[in-house]
């Protein structure tokens, strides 16, 4: 089946810092990802869909400044975390959507990457 | 009430036992993920339904569209399997977003 990877798979950084997750779709090209963000024992929540070429749509409380993403191929979306702060620690997962319309635009969850700020 | 529950929320069984997860949903898609969580965070897609039954070796997802419903049944349970399972539907549309249960949290005794 189809595979999404993210990178890295954990990272800790220092508070006032930027950090960069990479989601990749590894054998299809994706029209539009997903980044999601877990809080423990929390369901996980949209932030923003991206769409290869175009400026992502963040969902209403998630600041666009703070989480800057890029979808500057079809297998390539990054979401950097800027300026983090203890908050931001949480579980940050990708999906991406297949563009072909003969594999049902089927949608395809990464690992996902745990962010520790100290 | 949330869009899409999840029953039970905790589940403990002994190796060997028949789990059943459930999940109900209230609002239209256009698909049902099932998604297995480790303790370490990774997700692992399972199941991707949009109807009837679909089977992978001692898992077994059921939907049930009219109804609302999904079941994920895990035959001969095992230690391994303890995890945390997540429902997930895909909103009718054509958004493609996903909203997700909270969880049932398994862990299977040996």
């Known amino acids: 089946g189809a595979v999404v990877s993210q990178h890295p798979s954990w990272v800790i950084c220092k508070s006032g810092t930027s950090v960069k997750i990479e989601c990749r779709s590894l054998d299809f090209q994706a029209t539009t990802m997903f980044w999601y963000r877990q809080f423990p024992k929390q369901s996980l929540m949209l932030m923003a869909t991206?769409?290869?070429?175009?400026?992502?749509?963040?969902e209403q409380g998630v600041e666009k400044d703070k989480f800057l993403i890029n979808h500057a191929s079809l297998t390539l979306s990054t979401l950097t975390v800027t300026s983090a702060h203890p908050e931001d620690s949480s579980f940050y997962i990708c999906?991406?959507?297949?563009?072909?319309?003969?594999?049902?635009?089927?949608?395809?969850f990464g690992p996902g990457t745990r962010l520790t700020v100290t | 009430k949330n869009e899409v529950e999840q029953s039970p929320q905790n589940l403990t069984a002994q190796e060997g036992e028949f789990i059943t997860i459930n999940c109900s949903y209230s609002v239209g898609i256009s698909a049902l993920h099932w998604l297995q969580q480790h303790p370490g965070g990774g997700i692992v897609s399972l199941f991707m339904l949009s109807s009837g039954k679909k089977k992978h070796g001692r898992l077994i997802a059921t939907i049930n569209i009219q109804e609302k419903h999904s079941s994920l049944h895990i035959t001969a349970s095992h230690p391994r399997d303890s995890a945390v399972y997540i429902c997930a539907v895909r909103l009718i549309g054509g958004t493609y977003k996903y909203i997700f249960g909270t969880g049932t949290r398994l862990k299977v005794l040996a």
């Open positions: 991206s769409n290869e070429g175009s400026k992502a749509t963040y």
């Open positions: 999906s991406a959507r297949d563009g072909n319309e003969l594999r049902s635009y089927e949608q395809y």
